[in-house]
């Protein structure tokens, strides 16, 4: 595990994590969305998979279950290059599955060393090119008019080591008004200087100029037509464009056998157009954005790994800088045309972050960890209207962590910790549901203390266990609210709240080649004191977006001579979608099926696989939008669908 800063045993670490490989993310998979990889790790839950208007949504231990769009709450890395702006706010667009070689995933606040984020952190690291050079293809087609090419090459010539891939997604979609446009390439370069340095440089671009967004529908609306779009999203042709550049430079460097160092540097420039379904809204803003978007930084960090006392010792120390630097502008949207523009502001968060964590090895069974980070992050905002919307304001927070491991044996490996997080309001969390232009000086940033108690092991048999606790305190907790007519959210602050729950997981090998893999995830997240902005009293009742039950269940089977399934369920239970508990949304049970077979015969390989999507047919929601105006809360799943494809590879000798 390298996402804990410190490498360590992912058994050694004092703090709940899970890892996916390449073959559970590559093979066999339809590709369109982080979920399908990730579903096997407890303590996540997702929504909103097949609109890309509003983009994959991940909520890690109840954070990140009611961002509007996008991915709030969680830290997100692609080789080491950071997806989460310095506001907070990821998005997934760019992610790179067809090269992704692995993913590590940190459940809880102690990930508070990568700076505001306390749902966790999601680190990727892409594919590297192999010793011997190979060039493949891969094609994909499927229901709902899916299609997906692909074309990657990587290998190592000398000291230089390569990989490229690019790809082209197209989706009618299952609802109206749902399609896909999207085309993606990646590569990855890492030159070793000499015996000890190497520097990596990362190339990343996406065009995805079309995302449509079909809205959400009342209960109603569902009964009488699922596939239907929003009324209002048709006529103001709801959606998005997104471009977006990225280059990001990696250098390693090893002193001796004890210390290293790490410096990093990205810019990434983003041109954002999204259509939103109203012209104007009863706060005057426009039904149409365009957002020209350039965030850059930089970070490193020393690493010392030796003796202290006489005992193991790894130490840390690092530092983050990360500036964005927004252009707003908002227009009427006259039904799908750019009308008067409303809005002309440039909006700036920079932040800057220092870090340290110690881990020592106080004896042979016994790790001890303790970090501290600290976090200022700056806003301003600067109207072009000649209004009074320009304004400034910051947060600056310490986040310490503690965490201990006890290693009884490898069947049992005894853990807790204490760490101590906060997220600030994103710029587009800080728009004023009053109607005035700036800041709603009245949002405070979030704070989160969690407590975690755990084991996990090796036991006979080939098995893998893992089981945490958790009791995380939170105050000022972001909520999401609509105003009606305004259409788009708002945020507001609950007095306090708490989120309390158990995860657990087990791998288990049940015959030679046939592994079976069961998670769950108990989550009871309440408001302790929430009385909203019209006066209404939440104390005590359910956060919403989360279900109180989550369970999964895989089995996957792999035979020597190339043959592989797998087939999942996932179990989740009924949710609320609104903070008053009044509304609710259906438990579900969603069964998948994917089959291929590889077979190599002198330098190729050819790899052909198909999958059913819903195989039992499952009526559910793909998405609950929380406390929705008009009762639009609704947004239909796709029924049973199929897709199929064949990878080809040719390795030059």
Not at 145 to 174: H, M, P, R
Not at 563 to 573: K, N, Q, R, T
Request: hydrophobic share 35%.
């Amino acid at each position: 595990m390298t996402s804990t800063r410190i490498e360590d045993e992912q058994a050694r670490l004092p703090v709940a994590v899970g890892v996916v490989g390449k073959n559970e993310i590559q093979l066999g998979r339809q590709q369109l969305g982080l979920d399908e990889s990730l579903v096997n790790i407890p303590g996540l839950f997702f929504q909103n998979r097949n609109n890309f208007a509003q983009d994959l949504r991940i909520s890690i231990r109840g954070f990140g279950s009611r961002a509007n769009f996008g991915i709030r709450g969680i830290r997100m890395l692609v080789d080491g290059i950071p997806q989460t702006l310095p506001d907070g706010q990821s998005s997934v667009d760019a992610i790179d599955l067809g090269s992704t070689r692995r993913i590590e995933v940190i459940r809880g606040p102690f990930s508070s060393v990568y700076g505001t984020a306390s749902g966790g952190v999601i680190n990727i690291s892409t594919e590297e090119g192999p010793e011997i050079p190979f060039v493949s293809g891969r094609a994909n087609v499927g229901s709902y008019g899916f299609a997906q090419g692909q074309v990657k090459a990587g290998g190592q010539t000398e000291n230089l080591n390569y990989l490229l891939n690019g790809s082209g997604t197209t989706l009618d979609g299952y609802r109206n008004h749902s399609g896909y446009r999207s085309k993606l390439l990646n590569s990855k370069f890492r030159y070793d200087l000499n015996d000890s340095s190497d520097l990596t440089v990362v190339l990343n671009a996406v065009d995805s100029p079309e995302a449509d967004d079909p809205g959400a529908l009342t209960k109603s609306e569902v009964m009488n037509d699922r596939k239907q779009a929003a009324p209002r999203n048709l006529l103001f042709d709801a959606g998005e464009e997104v471009e977006q550049q990225t280059i990001g430079l990696a250098y390693n460097k090893e002193f001796g056998a004890n210390h290293a160092l790490m410096l990093r540097n990205y810019y990434t420039n983003r041109d954002f157009k999204n259509k939103l379904p109203f012209d104007i809204n009863s706060n005057g803003q426009g039904g149409s954005v365009e957002l020209d978007r350039f965030f850059a930084g930089g970070g490193g960090n020393y690493t010392y790994s030796g003796n202290m006392f006489g005992k193991a010792n790894r130490l840390v120390l690092g530092f983050d800088i990360d500036a964005q630097r927004d252009h707003r502008k908002r227009f009427a949207n006259n039904e799908g045309i750019l009308g008067v523009k409303t809005t002309d502001q440039d909006e700036d968060v920079t932040s800057y972050g220092i870090y340290f964590q110690n881990a020592l090895e106080i004896t042979e069974n016994v790790n001890l960890t303790i970090g501290a980070r600290y976090d200022d992050v700056e806003y301003d905002v600067d109207d072009n209207t000649g209004g009074n919307g320009s304004g400034n304001t910051s947060f600056n927070e310490v986040s310490p962590i503690v965490g201990v491991v006890w290693s009884v044996n490898p069947a049992a490996n005894l853990y807790g910790n204490i760490a101590r997080s906060f997220d600030p309001p994103t710029t587009t969390e800080f728009a004023n549901p009053t109607g005035a232009s700036g800041f709603n000086s009245g949002l405070e940033s979030q704070t989160a203390t969690n407590y975690e108690i755990g084991v996990k092991g090796l036991l006979p048999g080939q098995a893998r266990y893992e089981i945490a606790l958790f009791h995380i305190d939170v105050e000022d907790e972001l909520v999401q609210f609509e105003l009606a007519g305004s259409g788009q959210s708002f945020f507001e602050n609950a007095g306090s709240s708490t989120h309390k729950g158990l995860e657990a997981a087990l791998t288990i090998e049940l015959l030679p080649g046939l592994t079976s893999t069961l998670t769950y995830t108990y989550s009871d997240f309440t408001f302790d004191t929430f009385r909203d902005r019209s006066g209404n009293n939440f104390d005590g009742n359910k956060i919403p977006g989360v279900p109180d039950n989550e369970f999964h269940i895989e089995l996957s089977y792999q035979h020597p001579t190339g043959f592989y399934a797998s087939w999942d369920l996932l179990h989740a239970d009924s949710f609320y979608a609104d903070n008053a508990n009044t509304v609710k949304s259906d438990a579900y049970n969603v069964a998948n099926l994917r089959t291929g077979f590889i077979r190599s015969w002198n330098q190729w390989e050819i790899s052909p696989f198909i999958g059913i999507n819903n195989m039992f047919d499952d009526e559910y929601f793909d998405n609950i939008r929380l406390n929705a105006s008009f009762g639009r809360y609704f947004e239909p799943a796709p029924k049973r669908n199929y897709y199929g494809g064949i990878s080809v590879r040719y390795n030059f000798e």
